[in-house]
């Protein structure tokens, strides 16, 4: 699977937008990004995934540039719930869907 | 449904001894994960079941590890003989099916401690 690399660290108003980058240069063309959170004393939360377009669900949207190397997660209207660790995988679905390495992550921390 | 259970929420013992975590998936759920979190390594995952079968068993950090799955409802992780590296958070997750990684779902922990 594509190694990623995403800031250790981001802050954000309550309120405004929260825009999560996540660099994966050498994904594959059958790679997935997926966007994982995890709240505090709490297990990973999934939240969106996408192949190359862009994703919207009822937590966030997923922007994935042209070339697939790099994405970005928006939290359109972070609250103080939003506060987490935000991990980026790139991985295959298939039946090797169990092998998945978090990374460190980016932690956000949504400020009153 | 109640989600992912694991028991304990807290375990503190002694080096040396045995420790056993356990886990019940979400009813239905074909996939069962057991990951170790710490500060040190991060989210890491030691081992995957499908259908109750162990698939990959290499992020299992030693022999000491051990995990089974009896039954589609039921797994544990167990540690023998504990030691104080062995600290840490003990997620267990669960999946409809390996193929379908966005809809793992997780736990809420097990935290470890080994004096």
């Known amino acids: 699977d594509a190694k990623t690399t995403q800031p250790p660290s981001m802050d954000c108003a309550e309120g405004r937008a929260a825009n999560l980058p996540c660099n994966h240069s050498?994904?594959?063309?059958?790679?997935?990004v997926y966007w994982y959170r995890q709240i505090h004393s709490q297990g990973p939360q999934y939240i969106i995934h996408?192949?190359?377009n862009n994703e919207t669900n009822e937590m966030a949207s997923l922007i994935i540039t042209e070339d697939r190397k790099s994405s970005t997660l928006i939290l359109p209207h972070a609250t103080l719930r939003d506060t987490a660790v935000y991990y980026c995988?790139?991985?295959?679905?298939?039946?090797?869907?169990?092998?998945?390495?978090f990374g460190d992550g980016t932690t956000l921390t949504v400020k009153p | 449904d109640a989600g992912v259970i694991q028991s304990p929420r807290h375990e503190v013992t002694e080096m040396g001894q045995e420790v056993t975590l356990r886990c019940k998936p979400i009813?239905?759920?074909?996939?069962l994960f057991w990951y170790r979190q710490t500060m040190m390594r991060g989210l890491e995952l030691l081992i995957y079941?499908?259908?109750?079968?162990?698939?990959?068993d290499s992020g299992m950090p030693e022999d000491r590890f051990s995990a089974k799955m009896p039954n589609a409802s039921f797994s544990t992780l167990k540690i023998q003989p504990s030691e104080p590296r062995d600290s840490a958070v003990y997620f267990c997750?669960?999946?409809?099916?390996?193929?379908?990684?966005?809809?793992?779902?997780f736990g809420p922990g097990t935290r470890l401690t080994v004096l």
């Open positions: 997750a669960s999946s409809p099916g390996l193929a379908v990684f966005n809809e793992q779902f």
């Open positions: 050498t994904i594959s063309g059958n790679e997935y």
């Open positions: 996408g192949l190359k």
């Open positions: 995988i790139v991985r295959v679905v298939g039946t090797n869907a169990g092998k998945s390495t």
């Open positions: 009813s239905g759920h074909n996939s």
């Open positions: 079941f499908n259908n109750n079968v162990p698939i990959d």
